[in-house]
């Protein structure tokens, strides 16, 4: 049965996992995240699951990896500094081939920064976050309702190609509250014939580990590694398109800078600017298919950030720099206005006019 209840967003992804199967959750508190582990500490011990707040984040991503090798749905959540924390950890899951669900509530940074809200981990996420050569599914939910909706399917994703998946949120997608519609989730089986579930004489061992000491092997280990995470690629893009089809000028945003935008937009349409948006829904694989569609008829990118520009790395990959990609951001703590964002659209539609 669905129901739709008012909720934050850091209560909606912790309901979603449970509905999604999670029994096991891991975590230490920290702002603008905290809620989660609240939520599971109140809601697990109901249920039949687990929760622990560990003594570190450390502990908590080892102890995500524990549960991950025996074949369960796991999850662990926290901010910034924290996820750096769990950094080594989640190497070790990619390098385990290990199925996790990780929540990164974004604040301030670098360094302990502040507790207001950022986007300013792309970078960690979208190449890696720890050390090696992997790569992690990126979710970047724009509401509270894909807050809970984007959990499930992070869970989905991670099982099927046994890799870890991240929800990169912001502390205000996490505080803020919004109606959330909620309902039964029909929990997938996937082939778990490796996890270590004890043999019983039954089957030859499992086993799960990241040390691989002969080169060659390693080599191997990693082409398989990447040919998945092609498949991820060629399979798993998600993004909206909004105004797309006349547009002059494609404003790239994700998360709570994707909702701004988006009034900014609406009032640019109003005053007869032919602009529209793409929100990359999953940050990594990255839509580099529609933004490159996009640069034959756009002659101007913005791309709207709470960082120094991180993304637009990935948007000029993307478009083969074929256009230029501008900057409208704030940092530190502080969210683009629409006003910020409106300048800056009728700035590029003066600047497509004079070329």
């Given at each position: 049965m669905s129901e739709k209840v008012l909720m934050k967003g850091n209560e909606a992804i912790a309901e979603a996992a449970i509905r999604a199967g999670c029994r096991h959750y891991f975590g230490y508190p920290i702002t603008p995240q905290t809620e989660v582990a609240a939520?599971?500490?109140k809601r697990m011990p109901k249920i039949g699951g687990c929760f622990l707040q560990a003594e570190s984040e450390i502990?908590?991503?080892?102890?995500?990896?524990?549960?991950?090798?025996?074949?369960?749905?796991?999850m662990t959540s926290s901010s910034s500094p924290g996820?750096?924390?769990?950094?080594?950890?989640?190497?070790?899951l990619a390098g385990s081939d290990l199925p996790a669900f990780v929540v990164n509530v974004q604040r301030g940074g670098p360094g302990l920064g502040g507790i207001q809200p950022s986007q300013s981990d792309y970078f960690q996420a979208?190449?890696?976050?720890?050390?090696?050569?992997?790569k992690m599914i990126v979710l970047a939910p724009a509401s509270v309702q894909e807050m809970a909706s984007l959990t499930i399917k992070g869970f989905d994703l991670a099982?099927?190609?046994?890799?870890?998946?991240?929800?990169?949120?912001?502390?205000?997608?996490g505080q803020m509250m919004e109606p959330v519609e909620l309902g039964d989730v029909e929990v997938k089986e996937y082939d778990k014939s490796w996890a270590v579930t004890g043999t019983k004489c039954a089957r030859p061992h499992n086993i799960v580990n990241s040390l691989s000491l002969v080169p060659e092997e390693l080599e191997?280990?990693?082409?398989?590694?990447?040919?998945?995470?092609?498949?991820?690629e060629e399979n798993e893009v998600m993004y909206e398109s909004?105004?797309?089809?006349?547009?002059?000028?494609?404003?790239?945003?994700?998360?709570?800078?994707?909702?701004?935008?988006?009034?900014a937009i609406n009032e640019a349409r109003k005053n007869g600017i032919k602009v529209g948006m793409i929100r990359p829904i999953t940050l990594w694989p990255f839509p580099k298919a529609p933004l490159l569609a996009a640069a034959e008829h756009c002659h101007?990118?913005?791309?709207?950030?709470?960082?120094?520009?991180?993304?637009?790395?990935?948007?000029?990959?993307?478009?083969?720099?074929?256009?230029?990609?501008?900057?409208?951001?704030?940092?530190?703590?502080?969210?683009?206005?629409?006003?910020?964002?409106?300048?800056?659209?009728?700035?590029?539609?003066?600047?497509?006019?004079?070329?």
């Open positions: 939520y599971m500490a502990a908590a991503i080892n102890m995500v990896y524990g549960v991950a090798g025996a074949g369960k749905r796991v996820i750096s924390l769990k950094s080594e950890g989640l190497s070790y979208t190449k890696g976050g720890g050390h090696g050569d992997y099982d099927k190609y046994r890799m870890t998946a991240m929800i990169l949120a912001d502390g205000t997608m191997q280990l990693n082409f398989a590694r990447y040919e998945r995470y092609k498949a991820v909004y105004l797309m089809d006349d547009a002059e000028i494609c404003v790239v945003a994700f998360g709570i800078s994707a909702r701004v935008s988006k009034n101007t990118f913005l791309s709207v950030e709470m960082n120094m520009g991180q993304m637009i790395e990935d948007i000029e990959l993307a478009i083969r720099c074929k256009r230029p990609v501008q900057l409208v951001n704030r940092v530190g703590g502080m969210i683009p206005s629409p006003e910020q964002v409106l300048q800056a659209i009728e700035e590029a539609d003066k600047g497509g006019k004079a070329s």
